[in-house]
């Protein structure tokens, strides 16, 4: 599976399931897991507004919560504005 890409899409699907309990309703609400780009967790934001503030305060607090989650498949998380293409369940 790993070499067709599909174990990275199942953990990702895992994680599109459980995205507001990690990070909350409402950070939830503004973003979304993206890909996974090695060990680095590209999460998509909504607005450049959401992008600066999740940046300042937030990042340290969210990349904690997916690696007490799923361990240290996730390194570092990376915020990026959504190019708004969501991927097909």
């Not at 090695?38 to 919560?65: C, G, K, N, P």
């Amino acid at each position: 599976m790993a070499g067709f890409g599909l174990e990275s899409k199942l953990w990702l699907s895992e994680l599109d399931k459980e995205w507001s309990a990690l990070v909350g309703d409402l950070v939830a609400k503004h973003t979304r897991p993206g890909r996974l780009d090695q060990d680095r967790l590209i999460v998509f934001v909504d607005s450049s507004v959401w992008l600066h503030e999740l940046s300042r305060y937030r990042e340290t607090e969210m990349l904690t919560a997916v690696r007490d989650r799923f361990g240290a498949k996730v390194r570092s998380l990376s915020l990026r504005l959504d190019p708004g293409e969501r991927p097909e369940s």
